[in-house]
């Protein structure tokens, strides 16, 4: 096990600069889930620290040990992918005992370490198999196998889920949090995939263009993003968002009016917003009441779409009178998340309301200005 730090890293590729000035210390046995849409630089990331790329500038340290130019088989790291990279024609322990036999260890060291493994990811039974004769699940835990074999210093995740099916993927996120309790091993692991970051885990790195845009504990990121990107893009369905345009600044705080005249006031704003700036205001889904009539700032809007997913109703609605146009942020529709079952109709008139406690407000350039008090740590 070892802790991993990421010192003013850039990569470019031929002409592209995929990662911009990375500073990240890992500690050890951390679980660190790198997460953020297509292209804006995970993997790039991870194959830096594992070696399978160049860094440009900048070092990496794995367990405070300088390995910015070792080779990727010196740095004690294991790395497990997507598409599991399985041999085909080898057997499920020989696959899982592979590294061992390349470093040349002797058959009693590899065949133990082979069984421990088998029997930490429940694959005993499955030994003497070959890949083709597992199912996806079982194939992504033999990778994950092989590189427990290896005992490495920390384990590299490269979108290993995303191969599996809805239910498989549940499942074996719960495995793999319960292997990160049990080896006490640091893990960094690369997805797209929000909810898998969310619920594994102990800290997020969000990033955005090649830049780490907020690192930080799951809820504290969920509940204090420090700007409209990271409140964007984690949590499902996405936060609310409505543009207005500052009204009133007064003392910390400033009023925000919508393209209709209505207008909303957020006091002890972080910092100043402009006035005449264009800002947005945001609200999570399941802080969006309907028909409540004890929610203290309320607007009418017209039922769209609604889904029924047994746990709760996700009520799609184009917000009248909050409504503003002209912008790309989904405006003027909003989506409320219920936990319990309630019949609305398609087309029906509603009031939304929300607690101005629960609302974000967020600068010109995308910084949030006021947000909903931190949550204690849990
Ligand atoms: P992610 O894993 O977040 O989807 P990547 O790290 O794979 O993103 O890629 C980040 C950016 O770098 C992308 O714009 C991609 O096109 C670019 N890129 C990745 N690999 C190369 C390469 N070998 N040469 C040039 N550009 C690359």
Redesign the pocket.
């Known amino acids: 096990m070892a802790s991993v730090e990421l010192k003013n890293i850039d990569?470019h590729?031929?002409?592209?600069h995929?990662?911009r000035d990375i500073n990240l210390a890992i500690g050890d046995g951390e679980f660190a889930v790198?997460v953020?849409?297509?292209?804006?630089?995970?993997?790039?990331?991870?194959?830096t620290i594992a070696g399978l790329?160049s860094i440009s500038s900048g070092q990496l340290l794995i367990g405070n040990r300088n390995v910015t130019k070792e080779e990727p088989g010196d740095r004690g790291i294991a790395m497990v992918f997507q598409s599991y990279a399985l041999y085909p024609h080898m057997t499920v322990a020989e696959n899982m005992g592979f590294g061992l036999r390349m470093a040349k260890r002797p058959k009693g060291e590899v065949d133990a370490a082979v069984a421990r493994a088998a029997a930490i990811l429940r694959l005993e039974k499955q030994l003497d198999k070959k890949p083709r004769q597992l199912s996806g699940g079982q194939r992504q835990r033999v990778a994950i196998g092989r590189a427990i074999t290896r005992s490495p210093d920390v384990f590299l995740f490269?979108?290993p889920l995303s191969n599996l099916d809805a239910a498989l993927r549940t499942q074996m996120r719960v495995e793999l949090s319960t292997l990160h309790a049990q080896l006490g091993a640091t893990m960094i692991y690369?997805t797209?995939d929000q909810v898998e970051a969310m619920t594994m885990a102990s800290r997020i790195v969000v990033?955005n263009k090649?830049r780490i845009e907020q690192v930080g504990a799951p809820l504290v990121l969920y509940n204090n993003p420090v700007n409209l990107f990271v409140a964007g893009f984690l949590g499902a369905p996405r936060m609310n968002f409505v543009e207005g345009t500052v009204s009133t600044v007064d003392g910390r705080g400033a009023g925000i009016q919508f393209a209709n005249g209505t207008s909303l006031f957020f006091d002890d704003l972080v910092d100043p917003v402009e006035r005449g700036s264009r800002v947005t205001v945001g609200i999570r889904p399941e802080k969006l009441k309907v028909n409540d009539t004890q929610s203290g700032t309320t607007f009418a809007a017209d039922v769209r779409l609604i889904e029924y997913l047994g746990r709760e109703t996700i009520v799609y609605a184009d917000g009248g009178t909050l409504a503003t146009s002209g912008s790309d942020s989904g405006t003027g529709a909003f989506t409320v998340q219920i936990s319990d079952i309630v019949p609305f109709r398609i087309g029906a008139p509603v009031m939304l309301g929300f607690d101005m406690r629960d609302a974000y407000l967020f600068s010109a350039d995308g910084r949030t200005v006021s947000a909903p008090k931190p949550i204690a740590s849990i």
Do not use: R, W
């Open positions: 990569k590729y031929a002409g592209y995929a990662l790198m953020g849409p297509s292209g804006c630089g995970k993997s790039t990331l991870l194959k790329e490269d979108e690369v797209h990033l090649g």
